[in-house]
């Protein structure tokens, strides 16, 4: 007879193997679902000025400061298997010097989107309303990442203002042609891997429709010729990012 230990083991074994199949079962599922996720992204305005662009920064450097429309439907991300996306807008630009110099992209605006079934958490993206009076601390707590009555996936933003102000290696970035404003994401599964953004067809996933908006910068302004409150950045409802989970 086997004793007590060897059948836990036993019990164990059987477990972890019939977990690890149903997870892995789970996470290749996600492929036979199909995908056409769209986004039309266009520039709203952008303004480059000079100064200091972070508290932290020891000099004064041109920076610029880009504002955007958004309206992406990205519902059919969020599957059985999603527990959250992380939705990013990058800004690309070719170098001064482009022999010598590769281009350079940098993030102006990002946000993490739950899924329904995802515990909610004070990093994770509130969607502004349009409302002019301040929400409750209440409210905050029950609000979601999508506009209201619209489905997870529905990201509409109108004129809005970055998370991050870009500048460049060499300080200048004022002038710059054949620039680029580029949605990205990263899919964050329950179980399997991360998925990030595919613009081909692959199956039954098409490529993304729309995301990108190409645009110049503009000649350098004088700082006394712009109001600090147009040179804000948005804090969104995860500003507390990195709090611990």
Do not use: C
């Amino acid at each position: 007879m086997h004793s007590s230990l060897v059948r836990v083991q036993n019990v164990f074994g059987f477990f972890t193997s019939v977990a690890f199949t149903v997870a892995a079962v789970i996470a290749v599922s996600v492929l036979l679902s199909p995908q056409h996720p769209s986004a039309s992204l266009e520039l709203r305005n952008v303004q480059v000025v000079k100064g200091r662009p972070h508290y932290y920064s020891t000099k004064r450097e041109e920076y610029a400061h880009i504002k955007f429309d958004l309206d992406a439907d990205l519902t059919s991300l969020f599957k059985w298997n999603t527990k959250q996306i992380f939705l990013y807008i990058t800004a690309s630009y070719p170098s001064s010097s482009p022999s010598t110099i590769p281009s350079s992209e940098a993030v102006i605006w990002d946000a993490i989107i739950p899924s329904d079934f995802a515990r909610s958490h004070a990093n994770t993206y509130l969607h502004p309303t349009t409302s002019k009076t301040k929400p409750s601390k209440k409210s905050k707590q029950k609000g979601k990442p999508y506009p209201e009555g619209a489905s997870p996936g529905i990201v509409r933003l109108s004129n809005q203002k970055p998370k991050y102000q870009i500048t460049d290696v060499s300080g200048k970035i004022a002038e710059r042609t054949n620039a680029t404003l580029n949605l990205h994401w990263n899919i964050q599964p329950w179980v399997g891997a991360l998925v990030w953004t595919n613009t081909k067809t692959y199956g039954r996933w098409e490529g993304l429709k729309g995301g990108v908006s190409g645009f110049e910068f503009p000649a350098l302004k004088g700082s006394e010729t712009v109001k600090k409150e147009e040179l804000r950045t948005e804090t969104g409802g995860e500003r507390n990012r990195g709090s611990p989970a």
